[in-house]
């Protein structure tokens, strides 16, 4: 990318990307984002997560201004339209500076004819006192038809709470390494630094920083590994995975490896840690985690499903399985995750999903124990998935994850089988987890 680039034009490129090429952010923001300046890019990523956030709303009020659609080669133009809208409606930026900062972002992307345009349809965008998506009952969700028409299906009395969650930026959670420090005693050094502080109610090692802007690494012992980034919700897989000492254990699907380090935080004496991922990349960061926390596990680069590549045929006591899903539980951390998605995926996850299972069930011993994850709402990847395997496998038991016996609060609802977790105003993300066992012969 040309060093001749500022967070609007990088940002109209990085959304052209995602609408017409369907490459997620994370793919794009750190490729295009990496030649600016590092107040630009805070700027780029914030209007790339706003724009995907209220993309229904700005491209209803969009469209009705143009004349004819713009060519998907031209999407870089229709992205700074809605960069425009976003800047006047939401950032509150002056209708001269908001305006400006489009047309001369058209110039970079050497697209001139476009200046006209953009000036055109931002003001008359700025001078309308009621907008279309005003009256769209279902842009108002800033969600796609077919997910608004799911979620409101499987999840009646929350469906609203849900959407108006997902339109959040999302807290800021740490996992607090209890092998180390207490959350106690961690949340007190937080205090007396002056950083408000307010503790997980699902999980005991939890502690969110509501204040925007803390510089992580700058936090008290991040370097000697007393802390790491986590959503409350998957924090609870190493304590509902429950480990024991001795235990042979494998993390399927590992990558970034939270959970992979908090299994070995929870139960130090472990025998082993298997972490396997089949992105090379991804599993990096799984050994970069490790290293900063002084942790070990052996890490192995392969697909789940070809078991021939990774296992020996020793049986594991635990296995989790934290598997690929829609991530429509993460959406206010992933915002673009709304318009990638598409229909057809959820049928073809929850078909992989089931194939996982039923592959990992071969790798765990009689009676063991498998934890069954995902970060979705959407009980086709959760309860159909699992009662499909239950009628699959004869020696497979469903362990109650009843919530008040853990602590889990309110937020936990205790579905046929399993939990869900839907995402929380100012507290964790969406998750679901199932425990199955397998019976001894």
């Given at each position: 990318m040309s060093?001749?680039h500022n967070?609007?034009s990088?940002?109209a490129?990085?959304?052209?990307?995602?609408?017409?090429?369907?490459?997620?952010?994370?793919?794009?923001i750190?490729?295009?984002?990496e030649t600016?300046?590092?107040?630009e890019?805070?700027?780029?990523?914030?209007?790339?997560f706003?724009v995907?956030r209220?993309?229904?709303?700005?491209s209803t009020?969009?469209d009705?201004?143009l004349?004819?659609?713009?060519?998907?080669k031209?999407?870089?133009i229709?992205a700074?339209?809605l960069i425009g809208?976003y800047?006047?409606?939401?950032?509150?930026t002056?209708?001269?500076?908001?305006?400006?900062?489009?047309v001369?972002a058209?110039?970079m992307?050497?697209?001139?004819?476009?200046?006209g345009?953009?000036?055109?349809?931002?003001?008359?965008?700025?001078?309308?006192?009621e907008?279309?998506s005003?009256?769209?009952?279902?842009a108002?969700?800033?969600?796609?038809?077919?997910?608004?028409?799911?979620?409101?299906?499987?999840?009646?009395?929350?469906s609203?709470?849900?959407?108006?969650?997902?339109?959040?930026?999302?807290?800021?959670?740490?996992?607090?390494n209890?092998a180390?420090?207490?959350?106690a005693?961690?949340?007190?050094?937080l205090t007396?630094q002056?950083i408000?502080?307010?503790?997980?109610?699902i999980?005991?090692?939890?502690?969110?920083l509501?204040?925007?802007g803390?510089?992580?690494?700058?936090?008290?012992?991040?370097?000697e590994?007393?802390?790491?980034?986590?959503?409350?919700?998957?924090?609870?897989?190493?304590?509902?995975?429950?480990?024991q000492?001795?235990?042979?254990?494998?993390?399927?699907?590992?990558?970034?490896?939270?959970?992979?380090?908090?299994i070995?935080e929870?139960?130090?004496?472990?025998?082993?840690?298997?972490?396997?991922?089949?992105d090379?990349s991804?599993?990096v960061?799984?050994?970069?985690?490790?290293?900063r926390l002084?942790?070990?596990?052996?890490?192995?680069t392969?697909?789940?499903?070809a078991?021939d590549?990774?296992?020996?045929?020793q049986?594991?006591?635990?296995i989790?399985?934290?598997?690929p899903?829609?991530?429509?539980?993460?959406?206010?951390?992933?915002p673009?995750?709304k318009?990638?998605?598409?229909?057809?995926?959820?049928?073809?996850l929850?078909?992989?999903?089931?194939?996982?299972?039923n592959t990992?069930w071969t790798c765990l011993?009689p009676?063991?124990?498998?934890?069954?994850?995902?970060?979705?709402?959407?009980?086709?990847e959760?309860?159909?998935v699992i009662n499909?395997?239950?009628?699959?496998?004869s020696?497979?038991?469903?362990?109650?994850?009843d919530?008040?016996?853990?602590?889990?609060?309110?937020s936990?609802?205790?579905?046929?089988?399993?939990?869900?977790f839907l995402?929380?105003?100012?507290?964790?993300?969406?998750?679901?987890y199932?425990?199955?066992?397998?019976?001894?012969?």
């Open positions: 060093k001749k967070a609007r990088a940002a490129i990085i959304l052209k990307k995602m609408l017409i090429d369907g490459q997620s952010l994370n793919q794009t750190p490729l295009y984002s600016l300046a590092p107040e890019q805070g700027l780029c990523k914030a209007i790339c706003g995907c209220f993309y229904r709303t700005l009020d969009i009705a201004l004349e004819k659609p713009l060519r998907n031209d999407y870089d229709y700074l339209l809208a800047q006047l409606d939401k950032m509150r002056p209708e001269y500076a908001a305006i400006d900062s489009c001369s058209s110039k992307l050497k697209k001139d004819w476009a200046k345009l953009i000036n055109a349809v931002l003001r008359k965008y700025q001078k309308q006192t907008k279309p005003v009256n769209d009952e279902k108002a969700t800033e969600h796609p038809d077919w997910l608004v028409g799911k979620i409101r299906k499987m999840w009646p009395d929350h609203e709470a849900i959407f108006a969650q997902n339109n959040l930026e999302p807290p800021l959670c740490l996992r607090i209890e180390k420090i207490t959350r005693d961690y949340c007190k050094l007396e002056g408000a502080i307010k503790e997980g109610v999980s005991s090692s939890a502690v969110y509501p204040e925007k803390v510089n992580i690494t700058a936090l008290p012992y991040f370097a590994g007393y802390f790491s980034v986590q959503d409350e919700a998957p924090q609870l897989a190493a304590f509902l995975l429950d480990a000492a001795d235990d042979k254990v494998l993390d399927a699907c590992a990558a970034p490896g939270g959970k992979t380090c908090h070995l929870h139960t130090p004496k472990v025998a082993s840690v298997t972490a396997v991922d089949m090379a991804r599993l960061r799984v050994e970069e985690n490790l290293q002084q942790l070990q596990a052996q890490c192995i392969a697909d789940i499903l078991t590549d990774w296992w020996d045929g049986g594991f006591d635990k989790l399985a934290d598997v899903c829609s991530a429509t539980g993460v959406i206010r951390r992933h673009d995750i318009w990638l998605r598409k229909p057809d995926d959820i049928q073809q929850a078909a992989l999903q089931l194939e996982m299972l990992l011993k009676g063991g124990k498998l934890l069954y994850a995902t970060c979705s709402v959407l009980t086709q959760n309860t159909k499909a395997f239950l009628r699959q496998q020696d497979a038991k469903h362990l109650s994850l919530s008040d016996d853990r602590g889990f609060g309110p936990a609802i205790q579905c046929d089988v399993g939990v869900q995402p929380q105003a100012n507290s964790h993300d969406g998750f679901y199932a425990l199955l066992e397998k019976e001894s012969v």
